[in-house]
């Protein structure tokens, strides 16, 4: 979220859409419910079933699941074409007025320019900004635009396409001074690129491709462009979404969109705006913002790869230059990174890591390639991946593609699960359809330890309003269970303890693990947290303020962080959580005196207790707030510092003449409407692209129908359906509001409220099957089999998709095959991902769970 | 004929005036109420597990921590101090009694051997020992020093961590900490998906 | 037995005045229930289950969220899902809290004839007091809203409670407390009335709802239990929330009129009884029949 839960109570439009939040975020959704009731906002809500969000909504649009790039391109064309847009945030504070460099063209025919269809990749040189000064008054030869690239212009650029899938290739750099347009009239200004681009996503061209008829889509634009009816800044309107959008095979896409249109319409930094991820479980801020994935560091700091030979060439790659008009500033707040590596590698390897060693950069994995999610059980299918810890990760039931999964685990030599409940993935072993004798050839050594639960923890949390909130332990570990730290730390310490003694690969980065832990084989989560917090190495003072650090401190913010070794610090967002003053993540003020819902005293938020980012943005150029109402930051002249309800996310002394944008992390300094160069793998603008299995071609561009990046696996297990072969109803998934994931299955409590698995079924299918509400329905797709009782309903109503007759199912995603109802016999034990495909987004690499084909039948 | 209280009294109601004498007892009543479950019990603060609005919850627990006693949890109620949810709870926070409380917890290590069709019980000293055997066995066997141009790379391509929703920050960084020291690059999450 | 007590106004089978009722006055308390933020979560169902220490339930899937067809005596609020086609050809969803309606005027109360099985206090909550209850199954009959629910292994009559033990001690009900939206408000019954009201209007002013509005049954004197529908002249749409609920004429009949013609029979009987003694004095018993133990 770029702003936070209560912020909702601060708006005057919603758009839900990709989200259910009345289903999944009961108790967030209710500054949606009081915004409406406060101050008579407005909901509109767009999905493929009317869901109990939908029921409290001021309007309902049911959009075919995939189709959403199209829905908000058109209404970013309605915004532009009936003038509803914020002139001077657009102009002030995005790349609007960004000239991009000839050669560039947009996908008329799906495809933009750069693209190599024997890597399936897109050589990006040409997504780039033009060097120059203000080109206002001049004009332009020819609009260039949309003139594909000459082959002689590529070569030109130096790129060697066939590589770029494998080895990462260095981009050419942004223009430190870039050319701009500030009456946004230049052909090949940003803003007229959008204007072209979304041209094609006409009203009509929307109910083509969504479904929606022309007139309600007509209704929602108006409905919520109407903030910025005749030019009035005052009113702010805000989007939220969770996995409808990102489980596409263009969800970052969808999300850009989404970026752009609160772009344009100035209504990001502002209370009661922003785009809004909902996330559905209590950590997955925290575990991206810890690093816990693949491609990247605590803090987002890109994980290094080979062609980083040392710390220098790394730090060079990643550490961004400004990039802008030239009478403009740009804060480019990453300039710092060097800070925040070489204070984690400090955490990491303390003592072990000196100048004289590039502190230990080598001692960190290089990694050249996509190692996410389905590329782990890719490979352990294909037998390279031998072993393998779950951690309160059920694999096998979360997919996709659930039965691959379980002949992945069938050839790994060892699997590690800790788990509170009996959960699918351990027993991968025996789940359904293993008879006695395959089990016998199964060989995969499997243990399962008893962790603790929540209320035997303490610890802290990240929801995704950037919270971090500790939590205090309750009752002990039931049993022989241990805490999940303990068990981790024990692992750890047996191992360095076999290569202390033994020797073996490389040891050093396990021995020089630093490990400063009061009690080593049982790690305190305080201990841990004030690592991440980060310490002066040295004395430290600061110039400005001469106020000094001593040596062995904890340190007040990331602002302290030095590139020479002299400080360390786990996680530089974090850092401020745990500070000389104590544990900041367990404060519990409640006071709110601005009445925004701020609580700047409630807990602490990434990054230095902000908690609406941008903010610098709800302000006009001059410093003055959009809407006085709703202050939260400002300038003030007398002491020529920026000050706020909020912590002003900006550079505090910054006087608005100098014109720094508020965007601080980019290194424009401003939004981008344009993404350059190796922003997105699939283009600098969002395009409709049909989901992997579509029921229709692209209405744009039959030609290029799916997002051209989009790889398909490709071992036996990876199948992929069309229409052709039967399957012509779309199914999207989902979670109900009485269950949480595969995890509340063991709870009798929830397991009442929602007994049996069920499938959603539009009346008018379930007619034409012959299928009755409570009948068992079986449903195929390409995968496998999935099998439950049909929820006959009214509420997901049959398509016009182009002219064609389409309809759509869902599936709630809760069933597996051990759980209370599972036990006793109750369901077909089937896993709802059996279902679903494997390919993923080429940005965020999150699967396609949304929008895939099947076939519906009686059972 | 016997007569149950029941049918007696049913006749009460159709003979209506016959038995309204039983009305007249003029002894004042006093209505029972139930004691308040939780007015003995300690607070303790904490964080839902579930969504990511991250709702504070009060867990009520008996038991006054002496020595010779094990807290017991008896309930749990939104924490309305929380600026957030404001002492409310959907489904799953109002439900998560029953998670701590679950009879279905493992409460001790399992190990499955391979070719196996049960669980077997192991001491915890033997699984983290066995465990890290593992570990060193399979990161020696594939240990990747320099790529095939001769650039250190220094990563373990072998074994993989998938790490939960619920996991806190703290627990997180400890993973991200010794699976990055050991060279793991297939480190991902429930954040991914 | 809880610190706090609350006086009585009323108690079932019981004639003469009710203790507590001369005491002072309490605040009328009320549950408002606004239809249309309710988002169907059931928070309410579980933390009146948690707060109450009920088993669980086996449910069956039956083509609906719902968690079950009524409320039982060991779920006592329930949430009614209804598919709704508006007038436009548009499908809602309309959902509803289904519980005891605390009436002010309580059929079930008036149906009873066990002495202190119910009990209405002077802030308005009926509550059943089941160490007194003869299992009888009258006050089904006098519910227009079908709540009180038989428990077949302890013969007792159960509905809610509206969480007595929680709001003698100055707690919400647990319903109120868990509701994410804030669809659950609760007070006294002229602030509910007064936001009932308010938000009835603001829904017909600006969310276009030209029939919204507050029910709160006449019939039954007003209810400790009111809602805002997005259609006040259509509560059967909700799940079957009667248009004009009533205590059913016999029920009435018997407890009201009948019970004091009865009355006015029996004082009759006892009027006659004293007259002929006075008139004729004690009766003679045979001294054989004495003799006897009264045995003829």
Known sequence: MTNGWIDIKNTDMMLIMGGNPAENHPCGFKWAIEAKRTRNAKMIVVDPRFTRTAATSDLFLQIRAGADIAFLGGVLRYAIENNRIAKEYLVNYTNAAFIVKEGFKLPEDGLYSGFDGATQTYDRSSWNYEEGNDAGGEAPAHAAAHTAPSAAAAKSAGTTLGAAAVTPTPLPAMPPKVAYDLTLQHPRCVFQLLRQQYSRYTPEMVERITGIPKDQFLKAADLFTSVRKDGDMKKVATIMYAVGWTQHSFGTQIIRTAAILQLLLGNIGRAGGGVNALRGHSNIQGATDMGGIFDIWPGYLKVPNPTDVDLAAYLKRITPTPSKPAPWDSFNYWSNTPKFAVSYLKAMYGDAATKENDFAFDYMPKVDRNYSWTQIWDNMYRGSVKGMFAFGMNGVAIGPDSQKNIEALKKADWLVVGEIYPDETSEFWKSPGITPEEMKTINTTVYRLACAGFAEKDGSMTNSARWLQWKNVAVPPPGECRLDQDIVAQIFLKVRDLYQTQGGKFPDPILNLTWAYTNAQHPALGDLAKELNGKALADLTDPKTQVTIKRGQQLPGFAWLKDDGTTACGNWIYSGCWTEAGNQLSRRGTEDPSGQGIYQNWAWSWPANRRVLYNRASCDPSGKPYDATRKQVWWNESTQLWMGNDVPDFKPDSNPKDHMGPFIMNAEGVGRIFGPLGAFADGPFPEHYEPIESPVQNALHPNQSKNPVVKKLKTAADKYASPGDGFNIICTTYRLTEHYHYWTKNNRMNVQLVPEPFIEIPVELAAELGIKGNDKVKVTSARSYYVAKAFVTKRIKPMMIDGKKIYQIGIPIHQGYRGIQEDAGRDARTILNRLTPTVVDPNAFTPEFKGFLVKVEKA | MELSRRTFLKGALVGGAGFSLLGFDLTPAVAQLKELKIARATETRSTCPYCAVSCGVLIYTIGDKAKNVTPQVIHVEGDPDHPINRGTLCPKGASLEQDILNPRRLLKPQVRRPGSDHWEDIAWTQAIDEIAHWVKKTRDDSFIEKDAQGRTVNRCESMAWIGGCTDTNEFNYLVVKTMRSLGLTYLENQARV | ?296
């Open chain 3, 1 to 296: 037995m809880s610190q706090a007590t609350l006086g009585i106004r009323r108690i079932s089978g019981h004639a003469g005045p009710a203790p507590g009722d001369d005491v002072e006055r309490d605040y009328q308390v009320c549950k408002l229930i606004d239809t249309t933020t309710c988002i169907g979560c059931k928070a309410c169902e579980v933390a009146c289950l948690e707060w109450n220490g009920y088993t669980f339930t086996d449910t069956v899937f039956d083509n609906s969220y719902q968690t079950m067809p009524e409320t039982a005596w060991n779920y006592w609020n329930l949430i009614k899902f209804n598919e709704h086609e508006r007038e436009d050809g548009s499908i809602t969803l309309l959902m509803r809290k289904d519980q005891c309606m605390h009436c002010a005027d309580p059929g079930c109360l008036t149906a009873c004839p066990a002495d202190g099985a119910i009990v209405q206090y002077t802030n308005g909550i009926v509550d059943f007091q089941q160490q007194n209850c003869i299992g009888c199954g009258y006050c089904v009959s006098g519910c227009p809203f079908d709540i009180p629910k038989f428990n077949p292994t302890t013969k007792k009559m159960f509905k809610c409670t509206l969480c007595v033990d929680r709001v003698s001690e100055g707690l919400e009900p647990a319903c109120i407390k868990s509701c994410p939206t804030g669809c659950l408000h609760f007070g006294s019954k002229d602030d509910m009335k007064d936001l009932a009201e308010t938000r009835a209007k603001q829904l017909r002013d600006n969310f276009g709802f030209e029939k919204a509005g507050v029910y709160d049954p006449a019939g039954v004197g007003g209810t400790g239990v009111i809602y805002v529908l997005h259609d006040v002249t259509n509560p059967e749409a909700y799940g079957g929330l009667p248009k004009d609920p009533r205590i059913p004429f016999l029920v009435r009949f018997w407890k009201g009129p009948a019970k004091w013609i009865g009355n006015l029979a029996m004082l009759g009987g006892i009027l006659g009884v004293t007259l002929h003694y006075l008139r004729f004095g004690p009766k003679q018993v045979d001294a054989e029949k004495r003799e006897n133990g009264g045995q003829p």
